[in-house]
């Protein structure tokens, strides 16, 4: 069974840092891509990061690009996902999610099976 737990968010400046963990367990994590995704008040769920496992390659959104990283971690079966520069407009519930299946280039969530529960990260003075 696929299981995926998360932990890491919290309140932080503008500016700031956080880094969210998903903890894995009950699938092999080596052979599934990898998304991270948010959700904020009255939004749909947009991705943040996606990692296909086919090529090796990570997408990024674009308004995360070259401030948020998304790794993985096989032997621990931990993804992380490092928030750099927050501003206030990332404020949101961040969830990370795995698929074994074909993946898009637009990290979609439709893409994605396996979700963990979410954590909010809000971004405030």
């Known amino acids: 069974q696929v299981q995926l737990v998360e932990s890491g968010g919290g309140l932080v400046q503008p500016g700031g840092s956080l880094t969210l963990s998903c903890a894995s367990s009950?699938?092999?994590?080596?052979?599934?891509?990898i998304g991270w995704f948010r959700q904020a008040p009255g939004k749909q769920r947009e991705g943040v990061a996606c990692?296909?496992?086919?090529?090796?390659?990570?997408y990024y959104a674009y308004s995360v690009r070259g401030r948020f990283t998304a790794s993985r971690d096989i032997a621990k079966r931990n993804l992380t996902l490092q928030l750099n520069n927050l501003r206030p407009e990332d404020t949101a519930v961040y969830y990370c999610a795995v698929d074994n299946g074909l993946m898009d280039d637009d990290c979609s969530p439709t893409d994605f099976e396996h979700w963990g529960q979410g954590t909010q990260v809000t971004v405030s003075s």
């Open positions: 990692f296909d496992n086919r090529d090796g390659s990570t």
């Open positions: 009950g699938f092999p994590l080596y052979s599934f891509n």
